[in-house]
């Protein structure tokens, strides 16, 4: 497919680029703080920058009649609806969060959480540096799954490319599930998954579960 990024220049625009080029696909557009280039119209866009961005991003998809796959994180409500809105019109998949083993996580605590009651529930994660929502979007989608709001510990530490904890505390055993992220390609791989998802979908907005679930 050829296929637009915005945020091309960053960590995470990056890594997508090396795994989409090993698939055979092709960047004829990007757009980030060094500029726009375009080589040819895309046939799917891929928004990996910042919240501020979004309006940019909406007024690229109507423009180029694609599809979407969005992974930046610390969206407002209103931004959401923006995207869930704009899935009636085209294909939209969004995630904070586009590894497999994360999809596995919550929901070994969706099947966790209505065994645990009266027992003490936290969350951790841990991220480089430069990150800049707290907590993550992926702390969130946990305490989504747990269906509850919990105290949630944010770190901040060098280059850590992600980490996240869940602890349930009964009086006599604790119960720990973690998941480490070892290098953004698996964050790649995912979107990777869900473009080649999205791009046979007429319209929708699906999270990285609809594309893990749907593509079996």
Known sequence: MKYGLVGASGKMGK???????????SC???????????????ELLVDF??????????????????????????????QLSQLQ??????????SY???????????????????VDGWDIEITETHHRFKKDKPSGTAIMMKQAL?????????????????????????????????????????AEGVLKSAEFAIKKQSGFYSFRDVMTQSV
Do not use: M
């Open 85 to 94: 809105e704009l899935g009636k019109e085209y294909a939209v998949v969004q």
């Open 15 to 25: 890594e997508i680029q090396v795994v989409f080029d090993e698939a055979k696909h």
């Open 97 to 115: 969060n586009y590894s497999v083993g994360i999809q596995l996580l919550l929901q070994c605590i969706e099947k966790v959480k209505g065994q």
């Open 147 to 187: 269906g509850k709001d919990v105290p949630v510990s944010s770190l901040r530490l060098g280059g850590v490319t992600g980490e996240h904890n869940i602890f349930f505390g009964g009086l006599g055993e604790t119960l720990t599930l973690s998941h480490t992220a070892l290098s953004r390609r698996t964050f």
């Open 49 to 78: 920058s910042l919240p501020v961005v979004l309006p940019k991003t909406l007024e690229l998809v109507h423009a180029f009649k694609v599809p979407l796959v969005v992974g930046s994180t610390g969206f407002t409500p209103e």
């Open 28 to 42: 004829v557009y990007t757009y980030d703080v060094e500029g726009e280039t375009k080589i040819d119209a895309p």
